[in-house]
């Protein structure tokens, strides 16, 4: 299905200027001082909280889309507003994923190389041991990478006892090495939560993928209600959720939209927001959609910034088929998260070095994994550092 894909920009309405707090110059994440968006109004403690630092879980979905359909450079200058409200803009998370079991998935996920509905190179493998998991830690902290995350092609742990307890394990020791630690399983009922929370996990990804209208066009062996259970299950174990979405699945904007919307409605605004981008895998149904356009990516990226002001926007699969300099503009539309190392599950991805050499040209440093209080080396820092002593 082709992207459609409006640009008439002259049509779209002119969206004002962020009011930015008088204090808010410096201000660092945890320490919002924001008052772009209207304050919602709720009676929990934390949504009061969210409340006080101008994080919104009452947007409307016309708000949404207005901010979307605004013209793309004053969209991005709003985004890098309210980003600086709310984070050191000088940080980009370094994130390494890790592929811990391939393949053989019984969902239908047309995008997906690793699902058993779809004739792909990809052949399906057994849980990986726990050693090369934590030797592959080990190198991406070495690397700068203060978030480890792995994933296994499952639609759910039904029936996968022993494996889970291996998981549980490889949880535990990499929490153990002062790196924050995700998983992305499938679907997990309450008690798995709570056992993964209890083992270390710091998140859990889940992506949404699109918006609900859209998204029985892409995967229909599960439902978006059961996307949610999880996400909940998740939330109410204290782990932090990372669900976002993936751009190229032949979505029209409003499926965009309709995303960050329902992630801006949700309890609490994901801790993290990840944007793919399709890498069409041959095989698979998505094969032939065109590219994304990188006017789609910063779009939707300054889009979830302005929505989602205190969510970390990770600019995830795909990232390697952007220029730096596009890249560049993502940071600037908000995204300040990046994956990083050899691969990512199994589409290609930017090595560290590349990465770090990148972040450096452009003045940017990895950040600070909340586990670590140590300073993360990247070249950027150190450069920083000897022209504070100089
Ligand atoms: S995206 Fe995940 S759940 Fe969907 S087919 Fe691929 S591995 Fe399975």
């Given at each position: 299905m082709a992207l459609r894909l409006s640009?008439?920009?002259?049509r779209r309405p002119v969206v004002a200027a962020p009011r930015v707090?008088?204090?808010?110059?410096?201000a660092v994440r945890g320490h919002a001082v924001a008052v772009d968006p209207t304050p919602a109004s709720s009676s929990s403690s934390s949504l009061a909280s969210d409340a006080q630092s101008g994080?919104?879980?009452?947007?409307?979905r016309a708000e949404v889309q207005a901010i979307y359909d605004g013209p793309l450079m004053e969209t991005i200058f709003r985004a890098a507003s309210v980003h600086r409200l709310h984070h050191d803009a000088s940080r980009i998370q370094l994130c390494t994923l890790m592929n811990i079991k391939t393949g053989g998935c019984t969902?239908?996920?047309?995008?997906?190389?690793?699902?058993?509905s779809y004739k792909t190179e990809t052949k399906a493998s057994r849980l990986v041991a726990i050693e090369p998991v934590l030797e592959a830690a080990r190198k991406a902290k070495a690397n700068g990478s203060t978030r480890f995350c792995m994933g296994a092609a499952?639609?759910?742990?039904?029936?996968?006892k022993s494996g889970f307890e291996k998981i549980l394990k490889m949880v535990s020791e990499v929490r153990a090495m002062d790196m924050e630690v995700c998983t992305t399983l499938g679907m997990l009922s309450p008690d798995q939560a709570k056992r993964l929370k209890e083992a270390g996990l710091s998140a859990y990804n889940h992506n949404l993928d699109t918006s609900r209208e859209f998204y029985p066009e892409v995967i229909t062996t599960r439902s978006y209600d059961d996307r949610l259970s999880t996400i909940d299950a998740v939330r109410n174990a204290g782990i932090s959720v990372c669900s976002g979405g993936i751009l190229?699945?032949?979505?029209k904007a409003e499926d965009r939209v309709g995303l960050i919307w329902e992630v801006s409605?949700?309890?609490?605004?994901?801790e993290s927001f990840p944007v793919n981008t399709l890498v069409p895998i041959e095989g698979?149904?998505?094969?032939g959609n065109d590219p994304v356009p990188v006017q789609t990516v910063l779009r939707t990226i300054a889009t979830a910034r302005i929505v989602l002001p205190k969510s970390i926007i990770r600019l995830a699969a795909?990232?390697?088929?952007?220029?730096e300099t596009e890249q560049a503009m993502a940071f600037m539309a908000g995204a300040n998260a990046i994956f990083t190392g050899e691969t990512m599950l199994t589409t290609p991805c930017t090595g560290w070095d590349a990465d770090k050499a990148m972040l450096d040209r452009w003045g940017l440093r990895g950040m600070r994994s909340?586990?670590?209080?140590e300073s993360v080396e990247v070249p950027g820092e150190a450069k920083a550092e000897a022209a504070v002593s100089a």
């Open positions: 640009l008439a920009a002259a707090a008088a204090a808010s110059t410096g994080v919104r879980h009452n947007w409307k969902e239908d996920c047309k995008y997906c190389s690793q699902s058993s499952w639609r759910d742990l039904a029936g996968k190229g699945l032949g979505e409605h949700m309890p609490e605004h994901p698979t149904p998505l094969e795909g990232r390697h088929t952007f220029s909340f586990e670590d209080k």
